[in-house]
């Protein structure tokens, strides 16, 4: 609840609140959260629940229509002021837009608030006008405006708050915790809340942040910050990740290359969600409108052998085995087992996109649109089209013990088997495809 700009105004100007979660998947278009998320979201609500009846309030759940619900408790409360942190996904921010003026016409006061980007997405651009298609211009633009440290909101110590006369469904009746359990494996390697995120900055800025510029490549290391779903889920914001990682660097020495290379990952945190604000519709289709016609070519088998983790290259299957147990996955792997899939397999970027949807706990519209699309060479800042990373010296150089592919094929239950592609040949004819574009 810490640095939660919307929260503090409405407990700062009014005399008492009324905490609403409006649970409405259908309003996110064709992105409706994968089952990771779904789980990530059940015990960030109950972490959520339980820290605000610390304070003396109640979380009060609602399903959609989100206008619906909302006015549904403003005629109950007689409130008349609605406040909330903005989201910036396509599907979202329109719908926030048409609550906002539908609310205003019934003489609701609206206020929304930014917790989640240093940057908005909207409030940059090129000397020209045009928003920015290229990381590094962008990010020299927006540097200057991260200065100054940022103001880090408290929490709330006690919240002075409004009954709703009907109670609405409960946590389990939403239906976001899986019915069969399959997430041993994400109960295991997370700890969803705000707690959970505070303690895992704590963490990086005192043990990882130093050697952080080094140790973000290696995926046998706990060498990353893993704040990700934190900082998805609105658990933690990037202005507190920023003043933390500031304060770890203040009066130590050697930690300035860590703490520039992890300001620089919030940066493309950033970057994506300034390049889907500008083009919503890349989250199903290229940027570059080229590959509107390219030839990829599709084989359910060989999909299917990547999603399972069994294309007989062992970084990239541990990768997959990764993500299937902890629904996560260390991101330079993650750059390497979407080149296999979109270069040497030439499957579309989407249905990779699809299932790191689906299973990823840190599931980000907007970064899943522009890695994905990044690798694919279809999007902003994209990687050439002949940059293909070769999982056997990606492994060498990066996995040089071969510890972390070991952990995760032990996790298989079945031998580690031939490649199901040979790269050289995979790569040759992924080069011809990528040159009938004309690049």
């Known amino acids: 609840m810490a640095d939660n700009p919307a929260l503090s105004a409405a407990c700062e100007r009014a005399d008492r609140v009324v905490l609403l979660y409006v649970h409405a998947p259908d309003e996110e278009g064709d992105w409706p959260p994968g089952a990771a998320s779904r789980w990530w979201l059940h015990r960030s609500l109950a972490r959520l629940s339980a820290d605000l009846l610390g304070r003396g309030a109640e979380l009060h759940l609602r399903r959609g229509p989100s206008l619906e619900a909302l006015l549904a408790v403003v005629r109950a409360t007689g409130a008349d002021c609605v406040y909330w942190n903005r989201l910036y996904e396509p599907a979202l921010a329109e719908r926030d837009t048409q609550v906002e003026s539908a609310l205003r016409a019934t003489g609701i006061e609206v206020e929304s608030c930014n917790a989640a980007m240093l940057v908005e997405p909207a409030s940059v651009a090129t000397r020209d006008g045009r928003p920015y298609r290229v990381f590094t211009p962008y990010w020299r633009a927006c540097l200057p405006r991260l200065e100054e440290q940022p103001r880090i909101l408290p929490p709330p110590r006690r919240i002075t708050a409004a009954q709703l006369p009907t109670p609405g469904p409960t ?17 295991a390697a997370w700890t969803p809340g705000e707690a959970g995120a505070l303690t ?24 990353t910050s893993r704040l990700s779903p934190h900082l998805h889920f609105g658990e933690i914001g990037p202005r507190q990740c920023l003043a933390a990682a500031r304060n770890a660097r203040a009066g130590r020495a050697g930690r300035q290359a860590g703490f520039d290379a992890f300001v620089r990952e919030l940066g493309w945190r950033e970057f994506a969600h300034h390049v889907l604000h500008h083009h919503p519709h890349t989250t199903n289709a290229p940027l570059d409108p080229r590959f509107a016609g390219f030839a990829w070519d599709p084989d359910p088998r060989l999909l299917a052998a990547w999603q399972r983790g069994r294309t007989g290259f062992p970084l990239v299957d541990a990768g997959m085995q990764q993500l299937w147990t902890t629904g996560w996955m ?110």
Request: with cysteine.
């Open 171 to 187: 946590l389990d009746e939403l239906g976001l915790a899986p019915t069969i359990r399959w997430d041993a494996g994400l109960d």
């Open 330 to 439: 260390h991101n330079r792997v993650r750059m390497i087992v979407a080149s296999l899939l979109t270069k040497n397999l030439r499957q579309h970027w989407l249905e990779g996109a699809r299932w790191f949807w689906d299973t990823l706990v840190d599931a980000d519209l907007a970064s899943n649109t522009l890695g994905w699309q990044w690798v694919a060479g279809c999007g902003a800042d994209a990687a050439p089209y002949f940059r293909i990373f070769n999982p056997l010296p990606q492994a060498a150089r990066h996995d040089p013990d071969g510890a972390y592919a070991r952990r995760w094929l032990q996790a298989q239950d079945s031998p580690q088997q031939s490649p199901i592609v040979d790269l050289r040949a995979s790569r040759a004819a992924a080069l011809d495809a990528y040159s009938r574009l004309g690049r």
């Open 200 to 223: 895992r900055l704590e963490v990086f800025c005192d043990a990882i942040l130093g050697g952080y510029a080094d140790s973000r490549e290696r995926p046998d290391l706990d060498g």
